[in-house]
């Protein structure tokens, strides 16, 4: 079982900046590979996917945050980060990670997760 855990979320104006992260437990040094990714979800909608990285190299960014949105991984920490810049109120959401240690390869916002954290919110004022 490997916990995660969010921080950095907060309240700022558009066209600010925030840095997500997300440490993972010790024993997800145990995977060779992983799939991890950025998630978000606003009360009353669909969650929707942010951004995915795999051990592979391989990035995916929703068409919203492309440009603006950067996700990256620090193997040695096994810590994932989202840093956002250039934020716009529709970005307001709870930001969750999540994580797949099998079938890496297939690592997408529909390839599904096995582990996710409980969140951190980001608040973007006009």
């Known amino acids: 079982q490997v916990s995660l855990t969010e921080s950095g979320g907060g309240s700022v104006q558009a066209g600010g900046s925030l840095r997500l992260s997300c440490a993972a437990s010790e024993n997800i040094h145990t995977y060779d590979r992983y799939c991890m990714g950025w998630f978000r979800r606003v009360p009353g909608k669909e969650r929707e996917g942010v951004a995915t990285i795999n051990s592979e190299g391989n990035i995916i960014y929703a068409d919203s945050v492309k440009g603006r949105f950067t996700i990256s991984m620090d193997n040695a920490k096994g810590t994932l980060y989202l840093q956002t810049t250039n934020l716009k109120p529709e970005d307001s959401a709870r930001y969750y990670c999540?994580?797949?240690?099998?079938?890496?390869?297939?690592?997408?916002?529909?390839?599904?997760?096995?582990?996710w954290g409980i969140g951190t919110p980001v608040t973007i004022s006009p």
């Open positions: 999540a994580a797949r240690f099998a079938q890496t390869w297939r690592c997408n916002f529909a390839s599904g997760m096995d582990y």
